[in-house]
């Protein structure tokens, strides 16, 4: 079992940039399949990007596609997102999850996720 934190959200003014983190306390991530969710108020959570064990392959969701992208460090087992050109519409509480099943090609389905972080604010300004 493993329990992703993340750190890196904040309030930033439309057109900027945040990076998000995740780690896993007194764990790699490194050998799960990880995603990022959000959620806004008054919607479902959503996917945002994922990427699978070794970082060979990743997925977006159309909204975020040439502006996020998702990396890995294995060596530091931790996962991040690079979120650029940042729009009001991206607001949202943003969740990282460890997929456990060793999946090539990572899911974007929240359910295919087995452990879920408290999630952290991000809020763009217009």
């Known amino acids: 079992q493993v329990q992703p934190v993340e750190s890196g959200g904040g309030l930033v003014q439309a057109g900027g940039s945040l990076r998000l983190s995740c780690a896993a306390s007194?764990?790699?991530?490194?050998?799960?399949?990880m995603g990022w969710f959000r959620q806004a108020p008054g919607k479902e959570r959503a996917i945002v990007a994922a990427?699978?064990?070794?970082?060979?392959?990743?997925r977006y969701a159309e909204p975020v596609k040439d502006r996020f992208t998702i990396s890995r460090d294995n060596a530091k087992g931790t996962v991040s997102l690079q979120m650029n050109s940042l729009k009001p519409e991206d607001t949202a509480v943003y969740y990282c999850?460890?997929?456990?099943?060793?999946?090539?090609?990572?899911?974007?389905?929240?359910?295919?996720?087995?452990?879920w972080g408290q999630g952290t604010q991000v809020t763009v300004s217009s």
């Open positions: 999850a460890a997929d456990a099943s060793h999946r090539g090609i990572p899911s974007l389905t929240p359910g295919a996720y087995d452990y």
């Open positions: 007194g764990r790699s991530l490194s050998p799960y399949a």
């Open positions: 990427i699978n064990w070794d970082g060979g392959r990743t």
